[in-house]
Structures are given as structure tokens and as C-alpha cells.
């Protein structure tokens, strides 16, 4: 089995230092490279193609957001993670809107990093569902009912039970593989179905599908 490869962005290397000892305890994952800030990272994106870059948002020069956009543009199959000190509803919003596919605080556990890592790689969505959840709803709180359009009115109907029930799951943070065990499926019945959710909400990705099911009210 190919171990995972990993870029670590952060201009602190205090910060680059502390996550590479985390990611140096599993065999399974390799760190392939480090920067300082966005530019090099994206740099590096495209030279040594990472399955996970670790992003922090706050950086000199180009910062995390805009460099995540621009990888997830150039390089959509490398996964994101967001690594911040910041629980920041809008960072949070806004790592999600550049294609983050996950947003984690710096005081992270060691166990709880390697499984992010793992999963984003599998294509789950670890916007950690509280933080997430929290971001949402405080950003609509002003919203009763929440504000949606004519066309985002539809996805109630279109989505099937089942749909709903593997929507919920990919906002709870859950790969293909854990939604398949869960609802006793078969993995590639998953992907089918995230898929179809994907679609139907008019999404780029199983984040942003998670992000428009909280903001529309669709699951809770």
C-alpha cells in the first residue's frame, strides 16, 4: 500500500516542526516537502503532487485561502486541510467556499490528525461537523425560515430518504467506507450516492454539498 504523502504549509516552523512529529509516527504517511507561506506551497503543489496539503490560513504574502483555491483550481485530486489557531465561523465559511476539505485548530490531537489525513484521502469531508454546524448557524441566525432560492427550494423533493441519510453523514465528516458500514452498503453504492447528492445540490465537492445542506436548513 502507497503511504500517503503529505505538504505541510506554515511560516511558523515551530508549527511545521510540531506536525511533522505527529505525521513521522505513521508509517503510512510521508512528508514529501514544507513551506512558509501560500505561494511556495502552491509551488510545490504542482511539482511534487501531494495527496494532503496541511494549509495554515494566516501567512505572509499569499495566505492559505487564496493558495487552497488555487490548488484545489490547478490540482483538484490534492486534498486540503486547513490548520489554523483561528475558530472563526467566516475563516471557517470561507476555507470551505476555496475548497478546503478540511478545517482543524492547531491544538489538535496527534490520533485525530493521522485520521483526517486518512480520510480526506478517502474523500471525506473533515470540516469537523460541530464547527461546521456552528459556523452555519450563526452566520443564518438572522434567517427564519433561512433565506434559499427558487431553485435551492427543489433539493427537499429531489433528495431521497436514503439520499438524506448519506448527506447527513458526509457533514458528520464520514468516508465512503464508514457511510457504507453504517447503513450496511456497499461502498461503491456510497459513491453512487454521493454523487447524486453532490448533483442535486449543484456542488463542487462533498464539503460544499454539506455546506449548502446546513445553510438551506435540509439536515440539522
Known amino acids: 500500500m502507497e503511504p500517503t504523502t503529505v505538504l505541510i504549509v506554515d511560516d511558523h516552523s515551530v508549527a511545521r516542526e510540531g506536525l511533522r512529529m505527529m505525521l513521522d509516527t505513521d508509517e503510512q504517511v510521508q512528508i514529501v516537502g514544507e513551506a512558509a507561506d501560500g505561494l511556495g506551497g502552491l509551488n510545490l503543489v504542482g511539482e511534487l503532487r501531494p495527496n494532503v496539503v496541511l494549509m495554515d490560513i494566516r501567512m505572509p504574502g499569499m495566505d492559505g485561502l487564496e493558495a487552497t483555491s488555487r490548488i484545489k483550481s490547478a490540482y483538484p485530486a490534492t486534498a486540503v486541510i486547513m490548520m489554523t489557531s483561528y475558530d472563526d465561523d467566516s475563516l471557517i465559511i470561507d476555507a470551505v467556499r476555496a475548497g478546503a476539505a478540511g478545517y482543524l485548530l492547531k491544538d489538535v490531537s496527534r490520533d485525530l490528525l493521522l485520521h483526517s489525513v486518512r480520510a480526506v484521502t478517502s474523500g471525506g469531508c473533515l470540516i469537523r461537523a460541530p464547527l461546521l454546524r456552528k459556523a452555519i448557524n450563526r452566520l443564518c441566525s438572522a434567517q427564519h425560515p433561512p433565506l434559499i432560492t427558487a431553485q435551492e427550494s427543489t433539493y427537499i423533493e429531489q433528495l431521497t430518504q436514503r439520499e438524506e441519510e448519506v448527506l447527513k453523514r458526509i457533514a458528520d465528516g464520514q468516508t ?40 438551506i436548513g435540509l439536515i440539522r
Open 176 to 215: 465512503n467506507k464508514e457511510i457504507g458500514d453504517a447503513l450496511a452498503l456497499a461502498e461503491v453504492t456510497v459513491k453512487k450516492h454521493v454523487q447524486t447528492v453532490i448533483a442535486k445540490l449543484h456542488a463542487s465537492d462533498r464539503t460544499q454539498a454539506a455546506t449548502t445542506a446546513l445553510r
